[in-house]
């Protein structure tokens, strides 16, 4: 069983930046997939980035690109979203999410899609 504990969360000003981060425990980071979602109040949960197991491959949301920045260190079982130039729509609970890399075009990819593993989130807000 993998464990996914998110920090680094909490109250920033808008142009600001943040670092999360998600360990894990449980497990070897290096089987899975990391994928970073975000719920905003009143607003449906939506994938904000991922890389694959060795870290080829990211994708971003077009609403984050060029600002978020997912990166990941196997050695340390932990995945890191830096986010610069927060807005106050960045404002949301931030997830971290792993999914088992079952075949090889699944270790080489990522997506947002049955995820096997949750963290149970961090607050981010954006606000002067």
């Known amino acids: 069983q993998l464990q996914l504990v998110e920090s680094g969360g909490g109250l920033v000003q808008p142009g600001g930046s943040l670092r999360l981060s998600c360990a894990a425990s449980g497990s070897t980071l290096d089987h899975y997939t990391i994928s970073w979602f975000r719920q905003a109040p009143g607003k449906q949960r939506e994938g904000v980035s991922c890389i694959s197991v060795y870290g080829g491959r990211t994708n971003y949301a077009d609403s984050v690109k060029g600002r978020f920045t997912i990166s990941r260190d196997n050695a340390n079982n932990t995945a890191y979203l830096q986010m610069n130039s927060l807005k106050p729509e960045d404002t949301a609970i931030y997830y971290c999410?792993?999914?088992?890399?079952?075949?090889?075009?699944?270790?080489?990819?990522?997506?947002?899609?049955?995820?096997?593993?949750w963290g149970k989130g961090i607050l981010v807000t954006v606000s002067t």
């Open positions: 999410a792993a999914k088992y890399g079952r075949t090889a075009s699944g270790r080489r990819n990522c997506d947002y899609d049955g995820m096997d593993y």
